[in-house]
């Protein structure tokens, strides 16, 4: 008789929804009536398994679309429902295809996340085939027509035939396969061999291996979040993998049942693992961390488990989360996922401590080499070398102690015990107004960032306990923040975590040569309060409607005076906040050659003192965003800006015109043309305008005087060069001026792959076009020498037009499907007062390899002489400046100009975005 499996309790849906038992097995018996051939049973078999199976899957995904958050249920049903259709198998392989002999005995056992009971809809299904000795010819045709039919049924089935003692050997040998016998859960066959098995396990495999067994797994885990990223906030997590994530919490399970034989995590608080508090916690991460797993399969009909950007899309949308607040529903979805990531950890530390109570788990390596214990201040003591609390009550009489215990973990350079976390946490109301205040608080706080050299790992802890939040309440909202973009690599709170960190190494001189100016700055001396609490609160009004400058500036006014800093520092904390972004969209978005750039910059920071401060900051927060954001390119800009507006200051900013620019460049050029006959190198010096002197450096200058040199009218002379300053190349061209050319060298860069980061192009007043573009190839690199003779070629039949690039540009301008889900509006801003001689048009919109050339295609259509350009990107977002003339050499002053200019370039915008994503 088949040995079917009882439904569970509390399914997300009605058990005859997802297996009608009775109906199926009566399918079966009638469709199988008189054959006798095992091919024609499969075949007859397999087809009403399908429909039981896909009906099945439809009733629990119909009903978890209603209750998108009853994971329990959810995994449950997916449970029971492969259950039945295994258990079904098994019983036609064994009743039909090959009917037992008397003495034959064989088990089928659930093994791994099938044999705990947590299955998403298309988790594999591993099996353990058990029998008493060798397997015999019988168990192995059953096996065989048993999987045969699962394939066919498209399972993906992990599955193993062993003896009881081929389990006790390999599961000695493997900690994988030891880990997947933990979980073992017979489903039919002969139970008196699978009790064998289980007695076995605990008497001959587990008993007294818990310390080896929790290292292998604790390594397991460690290797796994490196492979991950390490980090908690990684922007595209792995659900079961990833830090904070559902390997986790079953790693702590596994753990538990191997030392307490516990059958699940509610026997954690009658064990004092965990306070009922935690265990709520436990389940509220548990559950929510399966509901986002078993949306992913449903999503992606598959078993995937990275949410990727567009699919946390889909994944919010399906959870019901909503825009609001000027938040998008997917970033209160992903707070919420950080959120319980972080619960996790804290669970995931707690449980290890009390580990090491129990001796079973090794403290770190180097605490067990150096067992000096510091000497801590009175009311602490030190266990399993961590810092704890000695009297609770008396810790808790004075609640400054809530704070100090972070200054004595600094002190001493040791980690807090759990148990004093705990302490923190739950007392954390203690924390009122009365307390903000008080100059003792105010010390220890500030001294927290400033004294002890470590700042980061005391804020980390203390955001990820909540007393950041309770301390500084404006912090709470941007806790778990995430920003769905491709830029920012970090939650809010974590990118300004890291922004400290970096200025911390900043100050311990660790990164002079990647930084000169920045560790100059620090070494020189600024204002370390001013500094660090800016950058505290650069990014606290982050997540709102409003300009997050504005209002971070606005908050930064009540709580600056409320951590300690007096009058004057408060003022300039709130200004740099509320220009915190100013001198990176100077520098990225601005052409510095210009005067009036500088001079309006040098403007509105006013003194030394501040220009100082703001570049610190800049650079801290373009480091902070995450790896492989700064660059050589951005230390260019920010130097030469930081130098030119320094030099403004201390001489006046009458430094900055024109004529004393050109004049010198001309010397400059003169000194490096040395050996070149005096006529041509008049020529060469009197041929340029003076946008050209002040906008090229002088060694760019000396391609271009041996690129124009004798050049004939039909010829493109083009140099491909390495400017490690700015980790791009440069890429020079010299032809025959015509209406245009800025968009066909732009379209021809676009066609070899190739990002333009910066161009400027100038005319000669002999009728020949300069064009200069600083390019990188799609990893955002310079490219390699190898690749230069190609990018030449290419660049040479597009010019030539041998390649139309209208044409060719279509099949390569596409944006990726998993970064559709981004949305950039887009912005057209008309700028006359940011140049002496040119308008200024900035345009903020999607990404796309095309975008460019569609943009200066566009101006050109339209008469628009282009005389450089800016392009700052920022992730899916980019930012093209354009500096132009009309075609009359005058500004774009008239408003009805400007709006015409502004629609043929949103048409092309949006032509070129729906060409992207066809």
């Known amino acids: 008789m088949k040995d079917m499996p009882e439904a569970p309790d509390s399914l997300i849906c009605p058990a005859t929804d997802i297996f009608n038992a009775p109906h199926v097995d009566q399918q079966i018996a009638d469709a199988t009536a008189g054959l006798k051939d095992p091919t024609d049973i499969r075949a007859v078999v397999v087809p009403i398994l399908m429909q ?17 958050f009853a994971a329990r249920p959810t995994t449950r049903a997916y449970t029971w429902l492969t259950d039945c259709i295994v258990v079904t198998a098994m019983d036609v392989a064994t009743r039909l295809l090959s009917p037992a002999a008397p003495n034959e ?18 988790s594999d299904v591993d099996l353990l085939f058990l029998t008493p000795q060798k397997i015999t010819e019988w168990a192995e045709t059953v096996i065989e027509s048993m999987l045969y039919i699962l394939w066919d049924l498209r399972l993906k089935v992990g599955h193993s035939s062993r003896t009881v003692k081929d389990c006790i050997r390999l599961g000695k040998e493997d900690f994988t396969i030891r880990t997947a016998l933990l979980e073992h859960r017979v489903l039919t066959g002969d139970h008196a061999l699978a009790k064998e098995l289980d007695q076995k396990l605990w008497s001959d495999l587990f008993k007294n291996t818990a310390p080896e067994f929790i290292e292998a797994k604790l390594a397991e885990r460690d290797a796994r979040h490196m492979r991950q990223g390490g980090q908690r906030y990684v922007v595209e997590p792995n659900v079961k993998e990833g830090k904070g994530g559902l390997r986790d919490l079953q790693s702590l399970f596994w753990i538990s049942k191997y030392l307490h034989r516990v059958q699940n995590t509610e026997e954690l ?27 992913l399969h449903l999503i992606t009909k598959r078993a995937a488990d990275q949410l990727t950007f567009d699919l946390q899309v889909e994944v919010a949308d399906r959870m019901g989360y909503k825009d609001k607040g000027g938040r998008r529903a997917v970033e209160h979805f992903m707070q919420d996922y950080f959120r319980h990531a972080t619960a996790t950890g804290d669970l995931t530390r707690i449980f290890l401590t009390k580990l090491e109570a129990m001796h079973v788990k090794s403290g770190p390596l180097l605490e067990r080499i150096f067992r000096r214990t510091p000497k801590t201040k009175p009311g602490y003591k030190v266990i399993h070398n961590r810092l704890a609390v000695e009297n609770e009550k008396k810790f808790l009489s004075d609640k400054m102690n809530l704070l100090r215990l972070f200054e004595e973990g600094l002190r001493t350079g040791m980690l807090i015990h759990p148990d004093a976390m705990r302490l923190v946490t739950a007392n954390l109301h203690l924390i009122d107004d009365d307390m903000r205040t008080t100059r003792e608080a105010q010390r220890i706080f500030l001294d927290l960032l400033l004294k002890h050299g470590n700042p980061e790992r005391a804020l980390r802890r203390m955001n990820e ?25 970090y939650t809010v709170d974590e990118h300004i975590i890291q922004c400290i960190k970096v200025l911390s190494e900043i100050e311990h001189g660790d990164l002079v040569e990647e930084l000169p100016v920045a560790s100059s700055i620090l070494e020189n001396g600024v204002n370390r309060r001013v500094l660090y609490i800016a950058l505290l609160l650069h990014d606290i009004g982050k997540g709102r409607d409003e300009d997050h400058s504005v ?12 951590l300690g800093l007096n009058k004057v520092e408060c003022e300039t904390v709130e200004w740099l906040v509320r220009y915190h972004l100013l001198m990176s969209d100077m520098a990225q978005k601005r052409d510095l050659s210009d005067p009036r750039t500088l001079r309006d910059f040098a403007k509105a920071v006013k003194n030394r003192k501040r220009l100082d401060l703001l570049t610190v900051l800049t650079v801290c927060d373009i480091r902070g965003v995450g790896p492989g954001t700064w660059n050589n390119w951005k230390a260019m800009l920010l130097r030469q800006l930081h130098r030119e507006t320094a030099q403004a200051l201390e001489h006046g900013l009458e430094e900055l015109n024109r004529e004393n620019r050109g004049a010198e460049a001309r010397r400059q050029l003169r000194e490096a043309l040395d050996g070149w ?37 039909d010829e493109v002379r083009i140099d491909l060069h390495l400017d490690a300053d700015r980790d791009a190349t440069r890429a020079c061209f010299a032809l025959v001026d015509h209406p245009g050319i800025f968009s066909r060298l732009a379209g ?17 007043n002999d009728g020949y076009a300069t064009a200069a573009f600083w390019i990188q190839d799609a990893d955002g690199h310079p490219y390699e020498q190898a690749r230069l003779s190609r990018l030449r070629q290419m660049i040479l039949k597009t010019l030539k037009g041998e390649i139309v690039a209208t044409e060719a540009i279509k099949s390569r301008d596409k944006i990726k499907k998993r970064e559709r889900a981004f949305k950039v509006p887009t912005s057209i801003m008309f700028d006359n007062e940011g140049s002496e001689i040119y308008t200024i048009i900035e345009v903020d919109t999607r990404d796309r390899p095309g975008l460019l050339f569609d943009l200066t295609r566009t101006l050109a259509n339209n008469n628009v002489y282009i005389a450089s350009a800016v392009i700052a990107t920022y992730g899916e977002q980019v930012v093209d400046t354009f500096y132009v003339k009309d075609m009359f050499g005058l500004k774009f002053h008239s408003a009805a100009k400007q709006k015409a200019l502004e629609r043929k370039l949103r048409e092309a915008i949006d032509k070129g975005v729906e060409r992207a994503i066809s």
């Open 465 to 489: 306990l909540g007393i950041l939040a309770a301390f500084i309440p404006e912090f709470e909202p941007i806790v778990a923040m995430m920003q769905f973009n491709m830029y920012h690599h």
């Open 551 to 562: 209002l971070g500036a606005q908050i930064a006014r009540k709580v600056a005076p409320r």
């Open 269 to 295: 608080v009658r064990l004092k693992v965990f306070t009922a508090d935690e265990y709520q916690t436990f389940i509220r991460a548990e559950d929510f961390l399966w509901a986002v797993r078993c949306h």
């Open 677 to 713: 006959d005096p006529a041509a190198l008049r020529h060469e010096s009197g041929r340029h305008y003076a946008p050209y002197w002040q906008g090229l450096d002088t060694a760019t200058q000396v391609i271009f005087a041996n690129l124009l040199r004798d050049i004939p009218d």
């Open 105 to 122: 005995r064989l088990a089928l056992i659930a093994v791994g996340g099938y044999g705990r009971g947590e299955m998403a809809p298309y």
């Open 748 to 764: 021809a860069l676009a066609l070899v792959g190739a990002n333009v980061v910066d161009a400027r192009t100038y005319t000669s």
């Open 52 to 68: 039981a199976r896909k009906d099945g899957m439809d009733a629990i995904a119909a009903a978890f679309a209603d209750q998108p």
